[in-house]
């Protein structure tokens, strides 16, 4: 078990920037993969970008050059760095714990909104 905490949303005005933190309750270390979903209302919830625990990442196409997904293992933490924030970029906010090439881990965080106005 794990809890995920999710910080730093808010309001941003577009080409702004935000930092997202995810605080594990326990060392994430162990996990293959962290990663930062978002989901906007009625819509699926959207894979932006995954860390793995050698530190390869990747990215969804549309955050591209713009985000960049870190962890901290000593911190139990993971961070997205959000730059050039687009009002598409509106969602919420979520931090997944243990997923695989077949999908996202059991592990979820509340989520943060993130608000971008133009």
């Known amino acids: 078990q794990v809890q995920l905490v999710e910080s730093g949303g808010g309001l941003v005005q577009a080409g702004g920037s935000l930092r997202l933190s995810c605080a594990a309750s326990?060392?994430?270390?162990?996990?293959?993969?962290m990663a930062w979903y978002r989901q906007t209302p009625g819509k699926q919830r959207e894979l932006v970008a995954t860390i793995r625990s050698g530190g390869s990442t990747n990215y969804a196409d549309s955050v591209k050059g713009r985000f960049t997904i870190s962890r901290d293992n000593a911190e139990n933490t993971v961070y997205l760095q959000m730059n050039s924030l687009k009002p598409e970029d509106t969602a919420v906010y979520y931090c997944?714990?243990?997923?695989?090439?077949?999908?996202?881990?059991?592990?979820w965080g509340q989520g943060t909104q993130v608000t971008v106005s133009s």
């Open positions: 997944n714990a243990g997923g695989t090439i077949l999908g996202p881990g059991l592990y």
């Open positions: 326990r060392s994430i270390f162990s996990f293959n993969a």
